[in-house]
């Protein structure tokens, strides 16, 4: 029998709810004491609840709420796990390698006809995703066992701005995938201040002897909606924005993560957002200009202004790119 046999045979054993010691799970198994030791260790390490009790009367049991949980996992439950690491590994998780190791080890103990229908599931299901780089990888792991254990760290981080990269340093209360990019959300030592950084900017991470707390009520994905999306989420600024269109323009613009969040009602025709007034005067003319005149919009009046601005703003550059493109002929 192979040592992943053996470990299999000893949960089971274990799972009696009985103590055990080394030399009755030896000689009920027919192996070496030695293999019992060894494959104890390499349950422990695989996260199997085992205690050792030691003295007369001692010998191993294993926690007592897992006795009664279920220690193999059903077709639907195999499925919803393979297609789900599928998801994450896509997505740049950053224990990827844990992760294939683990669904490993849940095709391994599989029959053939189990083990058909989850590579067939698996096949069925499709992430598309920029490749991650390693270096971002290994950035991510940094970061999540950073905050895990409450560990500063140096970070070194170029802002995109044309600025030379700026070192600081960095307590990362939790790391957010949102819309393709991961994000770091913590406290900054260099500015005082919360603060979100894309990893894919980040320069160099290096671990320091500086220790912190996390707040208990803190959470990283509000903190990052609330830095990417000024006045989103703050009441006193919110606009109420009537859209009409086509309804298919107007299916995708109540898809889209800007105005997802933010949609009131909707009819086949129009639809009703509430969005940061900030928002409204920054980046949201520019994106709903990309839905051409698929798009109506109602109220406010202020974003109809901004709408004209913007647009005569941008064909006067284009026309003044035209005519520079004429004098070079």
């Known amino acids: 029998m192979s040592k992943a046999d053996h470990m299999l045979s000893i949960l089971w054993l274990l799972r009696s709810g009985r103590k055990m010691t080394a030399r009755e799970m030896a000689d009920k198994l027919e192996i070496h004491i030695r293999t019992v030791y060894r494959c104890i260790d390499s349950l422990c390490a695989s996260g199997a609840p085992i205690i050792a009790d030691s003295g007369p009367g001692g010998g191993y049991r294993i926690l007592e709420r897992f006795v009664d949980s279920p220690l193999l ?3 639907e439950e195999q499925k919803a796990l393979v297609q789900s690491s599928t998801f994450a590994r896509e997505a740049g998780y950053p224990h990827t390698e844990a992760l294939e190791r683990a669904v490993g080890k849940l095709k391994l103990y599989t029959n053939e006809e189990q083990l058909n229908l989850m590579e067939l599931h698996d096949q069925g299901v499709t992430v598309i995703h920029p ?5 971002q990888r290994i950035f991510l792991q940094q970061l999540e066992e950073a905050a895990a254990q409450g560990r500063t760290l140096e970070m070194v981080y170029d802002k995109g701005r044309s600025e030379p990269p700026i070192s600081r ?6 790391i957010v995938h949102w819309k393709g990019c991961w994000y770091a959300v913590g406290f900054c030592r260099l500015r005082q201040t919360l603060r979100s950084f894309r990893v894919d900017r980040i320069v160099d991470l290096r671990p320091s002897e500086l220790r912190f707390e996390r707040p208990g009520t803190f959470s990283a994905k509000a903190h990052l909606l609330g830095s990417l999306l000024p006045g989103a989420l703050d009441s006193e600024t919110m606009v109420t924005v009537r859209i009409a269109g086509h309804e298919q323009a107007l299916n995708e613009l109540s898809r889209h993560w800007l105005f997802g969040h933010a949609l009131v009602s909707r009819q086949a025709d129009e639809a009703v957002f509430r969005l940061g007034q900030a928002s409204l005067s920054s980046y949201v003319p520019y994106f709903l200009l990309t839905y051409g005149r698929s798009l109506k919009i109602l109220e406010p009046l202020s974003l109809i202004e901004t709408m004209a601005k913007v647009s005569a703003g941008i064909a006067s550059y284009y026309e003044e790119m035209a005519k520079q493109y004429d004098k070079r002929e």
């Open 73 to 75: 996992f059903d077709q």
């Open 131 to 135: 490749p991650l780089e390693e270096r």
């Open 169 to 174: 340093g960095f307590d990362p209360y939790g």
